[in-house]
């Protein structure tokens, strides 16, 4: 499976941004999809998610309210919409994709394909 992710970018505080993720290689149907996100001197972690049985939809407890995870099958695609961006949201946004999937998984160690990452930058 490729990943190519995109829609960084930068941005003033309290604006959007909508990223994409768009997938190749596997049926992207029976994938779930992470968002996971890297700052400078951070550890990457998980941002959001949707898995492929149900759509179910999973977030980290700083972007609840903000952020939104959906996916399109038929143009095998994850999107991250971003609102009310802060700064604490400036950091490298990767998707990811299970491909043996039974539980949503939220550890990065978890996903088998990454994508190579987009630069998202909030400014005050």
């Known amino acids: 499976v490729q990943l190519q992710a995109s829609g960084g970018g930068l941005v003033q505080a309290g604006g959007s941004l909508r990223l994409s993720c768009v997938a190749s290689?596997?049926?992207?149907?029976?994938?779930?999809m992470g968002w996971f996100r890297q700052a400078p001197g951070k550890e990457r972690e998980f941002v959001a998610g949707i898995n492929w049985r149900r759509g179910g939809t999973f977030y980290v407890d700083s972007v609840k309210g903000r952020f939104t995870v959906s996916r399109d099958n038929a143009k095998n695609t994850v999107y991250l919409q971003m609102n009310n961006l802060g700064l604490e949201d400036t950091a490298v946004y990767y998707c990811?994709?299970?491909?043996?999937?039974?539980?949503?998984?939220?550890?990065?160690?978890?996903?088998?394909?990454w994508g190579q990452g987009t630069l998202v930058t909030v400014s005050s």
């Open positions: 290689g596997r049926t992207f149907s029976s994938l779930d």
């Open positions: 990811a994709a299970d491909r043996d999937s039974i539980v949503f998984q939220r550890t990065t160690w978890a996903y088998d394909y």
